[in-house]
């Protein structure tokens, strides 16, 4: 894991035992993150990211609303995977990013609390997770 990778996880963790994020630790990330992150803000502003949980077992995915007109909605995993176009040609193909903006929207959102949850059956998630 990079040096950046745990600086990120350590905020994240302190924003998660908090549930607030300091003007500090929004600069950090922005250094961290870039552009990327100023557009997690604005998603996760918009209240565009939903955590949807299977029930009864406790597991997740979030479905992440995209800044562009046509208001595509990206499954993602925070931690290691997202649907869109950005994670596979900037972050799987080139490397040249930790994350793509709606995993960081999830972060940021599961952090500070602000997702909207839904709750499905086991079945209705696996056959979401089918899709992917």
């Known amino acids: 894991m990079s040096a950046s990778s745990l600086v990120a996880e350590s905020l994240w963790k302190t924003i998660e035992s908090t549930l607030t994020v300091t003007e500090d630790q929004l600069s950090i990330l922005h250094f961290l993150f870039g552009k990327n992150f100023e557009r997690a803000t604005r998603i996760v502003d918009q209240r565009g990211v939903k955590r949807i949980s299977g029930e009864p077992s406790g597991r997740s995915i979030f479905q992440v609303v995209a800044e562009s ?64």
């Open 69 to 132: 007109q046509r208001k595509e909605e990206y499954f993602c995993f925070p931690e290691q995977y997202c649907a869109c176009y950005s994670f596979f040609y900037d972050i799987v193909n080139r490397g040249e990013q930790l994350c793509c903006k709606h995993q960081l929207a999830a972060r940021l959102a599961a952090a500070l609390g602000t997702c909207v949850n839904v709750r499905v059956s086991d079945e209705q998630l696996a056959l979401l997770l089918v899709k992917l």
